[in-house]
């Protein structure tokens, strides 16, 4: 039975394999650059288990309301979450093993995220894709906001988003 937890430092070794199984090298994060998000993403890095063995995984930084798109720089610079209710949640990363995909664990990961952050009065969650992948997206109840404007590995990105259900007193 899959199980979602918080990522585990040790995780580390797992994520980059299951991460380049899944994209191409000039698409993926380095080894330091998930070591930052472990450390400085804790609450929002979730990871899919099969027993004790990792196979999926979603992050993303929680920003400020004004943030309404994922961008470039939030993949390079070292984003910290923001402490308070409110803001957004974007999803850098969503990634299965593919031994393991097509057993609903993509969409799992999306609801945990998408429930810590309704937790958090979080207003939407944003990420892009590749056009192959909106199909998948819009199952799981986002919207295909059109083209984005990021030049990341020398894709076409599409940004896709996801109103939560607004909370009594939500924070800007």
Request: hydrophobic share 40%; with cysteine.
């Amino acid at each position: 039975m899959i199980k979602i937890t918080a990522v585990d430092p040790q995780d580390l070794p797992a994520i980059l394999r299951i991460e380049r199984l899944g994209i191409n090298e000039a698409e993926a994060g380095t080894a330091a650059q998930y070591q930052a998000r472990i450390n400085q993403l804790a609450d929002t890095f979730l990871a899919a288990r099969d027993a004790d063995q990792l196979v999926g995984f979603i992050v993303g930084p929680v920003v400020d309301a004004r943030f309404k798109y994922i961008e470039d720089w939030m993949y390079e610079a070292n984003v910290q979450n923001r402490a308070q209710p409110g803001g957004n949640q974007m999803i850098q990363t969503i990634a299965v093993d593919p031994d393991y995909r097509g057993q609903g664990i993509g969409s799992s990961l999306l609801q945990a995220i998408e429930k810590r952050s309704i937790q958090n009065q979080r207003h939407h969650v944003a990420l892009t894709c590749l056009l192959d992948r909106v199909p998948f997206y819009e199952k799981n109840g986002y919207v295909n906001q059109g083209i984005a404007a990021s030049a990341h590995a020398g894709e076409v990105w599409y940004n896709m988003t996801k109103l939560l259900p607004s909370q009594p007193h939500s924070l800007g």
